[in-house]
């Protein structure tokens, strides 16, 4: 089992910044990937970004060129640098911890929220 716990959401102003933080414990396997899912009022889960263990970053195109995903692997912990935000991005992101060996499980958080309105 993996917990994670998300932190850092929070109401700002389109073009504004936001870093949103995640930290997993538990049965850590050594290939995984971790990575930020949003999901909007009314619509489905979507990929924001993601990244293996290895630091093989993965981008939405919603996310290029605005959000930086970074992870320090020693610590079990995962950012996403939002900047230049817009309402759109407002949504409630989801960590996710996936095994990519061993049984493959997948695991959530429970949110935080992101609104961005002026």
């Known amino acids: 089992q993996v917990q994670l716990v998300e932190s850092g959401g929070g109401l700002v102003q389109p073009g504004e910044s936001l870093r949103l933080f995640c930290a997993a414990a538990?049965?850590?396997?050594?290939?995984?990937?971790m990575g930020w899912y949003r999901q909007a009022p009314g619509k489905q889960r979507e990929l924001v970004a993601s990244m293996a263990n290895g630091g093989v970053a993965n981008y939405a195109d919603s996310a290029k060129g605005r959000f930086i995903i970074s992870r320090d692997n020693a610590k079990n912990t995962m950012s996403l640098q939002m900047n230049s935000l817009k309402p759109e991005d407002t949504a409630v992101y989801y960590c996710?911890?996936?095994?990519?060996?061993?049984?493959?499980?997948?695991?959530w958080g429970k949110g935080t929220l992101v609104t961005v309105s002026s």
């Open positions: 538990g049965r850590i396997l050594s290939l995984n990937r």
């Open positions: 996710n911890y996936q095994n990519l060996i061993g049984d493959g499980g997948s695991y």
